[in-house]
């Protein structure tokens, strides 16, 4: 994520609970990924390399916000096929923690321990943004989605289990 000044810093913490948000991830008919149903999210998302992934959030304090699920539009666009395994889990919380203000919407791109890339099994519907052979733990934050955040607390890379689809358009 973009920071000026290196006093500023973006912090990953997780804490394993049961409590995760509960719904299915689908691929709409123009390809974007959404979570249904949707739980109420604040305006403030994080958005790790481009506008076509984000992770939606739930504000915890004035600095501090919950992942709540994960969505993506144009995410087959420059996505490889790959056979993909999703590392062994626990559930869990996962929060981003900022050091600096900023304003509702923000967008941070450039978070440099995520890889940019995209990868997609067709067979098991796993879809995967970021560095699919980093290991660290594994949290799953929402019900079918999981993210990877390596001995460093950096986040290194998010799988979705894509379980349906929905037919009509709107992403």
């Known amino acids: 994520m973009r920071i000026n000044c290196m006093r500023e810093k973006i912090e990953i913490r997780f804490e394993y609970c049961d409590d995760i948000f509960s719904g299915k991830s689908i691929l709409t008919r123009d390809q974007s990924i959404v979570f249904e149903p949707s739980?109420?999210?604040?305006?403030?998302?994080?958005h790790l390399y481009d506008w076509s992934f984000?992770?939606?959030?739930?504000?915890?304090?004035?600095?501090s916000y919950l992942i709540c699920y994960a969505l993506a539009n144009l995410g087959f666009y420059n996505c490889e096929t790959e056979s993909l395994t999703i590392p062994k889990a626990k559930r869990g919380r996962v929060?981003?923690?900022?050091?600096?203000?900023h304003a509702d919407g923000i967008y941070y791109s450039d978070y440099v321990p995520f890889s940019c890339k995209k990868y997609y099994d067709p067979q098991k519907k796993i879809y995967a943004v970021g560095d699919i052979n980093s290991t660290?733990?594994?949290i799953e934050f929402a019900n079918g989605q999981f993210a990877v955040i390596d001995e460093l607390a950096r986040l290194t890379?998010?799988?979705?289990?894509?379980?349906?689809?929905r037919n009509t358009g709107d992403g």
Do not use: D
């Not at 739980?39 to 994080?46: A, D, K, L, N």
């Not at 929060?95 to 203000?101: A, G, R």
């Not at 890379?157 to 689809?165: D, E, H, Q």
């Open 39 to 46: 739980p109420q999210i604040c305006s403030f998302s994080v």
């Open 54 to 63: 984000e992770l939606t959030t739930q504000c915890i304090s004035e600095h």
């Open 95 to 101: 929060s981003i923690h900022l050091s600096f203000p």
């Open 136 to 138: 660290g733990s594994t």
């Open 157 to 165: 890379t998010v799988y979705i289990c894509l379980t349906g689809n």
